[in-house]
């Protein structure tokens, strides 16, 4: 079974650009978390999703949004890029509730 | 106080011995705890789960949970060199109503050959 699969792997951006990640969760999972990591603040929780609906969000600005597909897969997008958004972005999958979750292995931004 | 809580480290242990790594969190009905090794560069992968009081082992692994005193524990048994990594504590924080892992910050391991 294919494991989560997150594209693109690596990304540059500059200020003021937004940009979309795209996250494809493991078969039959349609709870989709996605994580920000960086050095100094850890994994902090953005948002989940489950069967297209957000059912919950962490305390992150409205310029991070998200969305689900009716296939679970999940798209988040961070508009007028930071250079505070420079992090990994990590998608994570489970089966309905986020317990046990399973990560993709992340997205790279840099903001120049 | 973090709600959930771990030494930074790092946390140094020859080859061969026991590592015993400690969680702490703050939300009494939790019931959900997980922990998740990453080696730098690389995404979290989980180690185990655990969801009632008292020991659940896998292989080198075991992880101890106390739910009257709110922490959790991995006990890394003959660790190896390839097990140094950062290990992440994560607990379902249920008392928020919030459907998510919360992690704790890490504990960076380093097993010295």
């Known amino acids: 079974k294919a494991g989560v699969t997150q594209t693109p792997r690596y990304l540059i951006k500059t200020r003021g650009q937004q940009v979309t990640l795209s996250c494809s969760p493991i078969?039959?999972?349609?709870?989709v978390s996605w994580y920000q990591q960086t050095p100094g603040q850890g994994l902090q929780f953005l948002f989940e999703?489950?069967?297209?609906?957000?059912?919950n969000k962490g305390n992150f600005p409205g310029r991070f949004s998200g969305r689900q597909f009716s296939n679970s897969r999940s798209e988040m997008n961070v508009s007028t890029l930071e250079l505070g958004d420079s992090a990994l972005y990590l998608c994570?999958?489970?089966?309905?509730?986020?317990?046990?979750?399973?990560f993709g292995a992340g997205t790279r931004l840099s903001v120049l | 106080q973090k709600e959930v809580e771990q030494n930074s480290g790092p946390l140094s242990v020859p080859e061969g011995a026991i590592a015993s790594l400690n969680c702490t969190y703050s939300?009494?009905?939790?019931?959900?705890f997980f922990w998740y090794r990453q080696y730098s560069g690389k995404s979290p992968e989980l180690i185990m789960s655990?969801?009632?009081?008292g020991d659940k082992e896998d292989g080198r692994f075991t992880a101890q949970l106390n739910k009257a005193s709110q922490y959790v524990s991995l006990l890394i048994r003959d660790s190896q060199p390839s097990d140094s990594a950062t290990y992440l504590c994560?607990?379902?924080?249920?008392?928020?109503?919030?459907?998510?892992?919360?992690f704790g910050s890490g504990t960076r391991l380093q097993v010295q050959p």
């Open positions: 994570a999958s489970s089966l309905e509730e986020p317990n046990i979750q399973y």
């Open positions: 078969s039959g999972h349609r709870s």
């Open positions: 999703y489950f069967s297209e609906t957000q059912r």
């Open positions: 939300d009494r009905v939790s019931q959900s």
């Open positions: 655990i969801y009632s009081n």
């Open positions: 994560a607990v379902n924080i249920r008392g928020t109503g919030r459907r998510a892992l919360t």
